[in-house]
């Protein structure tokens, strides 16, 4: 293997590294999944809200 290759090769595995160290330090796929299932509740509650605004008495068809 050339030098040249071993050295990007090198390169390529620190930065791979450096990434998953920042994506462990924000919090990884454990903030994200906490995110998302703040995400969903909020937008279940805005429909809920938007129903009741659209639909008064809160009557379903």
């Known amino acids: ?7 990007a090769l090198l ?11 920042a994506y462990q330090e924000t919090g990884g796929s454990k903030d994200l ?11 279940a509650e805005s429909l ?5 605004a659209l639909r008064p008495g809160g009557a379903k068809p």
Not at 1 to 7: D, G, S, W
Not at 11 to 21: N, P, R, T
Not at 33 to 43: A, G, H, K, N, V
């Open 48 to 52: 809920s809200k938007m129903e009741k």
């Open 11 to 21: 390169v390529a595995l620190l930065a791979l590294g450096v990434a998953i160290l």
């Open 33 to 43: 999944s906490r995110r998302l299932d703040t995400l969903r509740q909020e937008t």
């Open 1 to 7: 293997m050339p030098a040249m290759a071993k050295l």
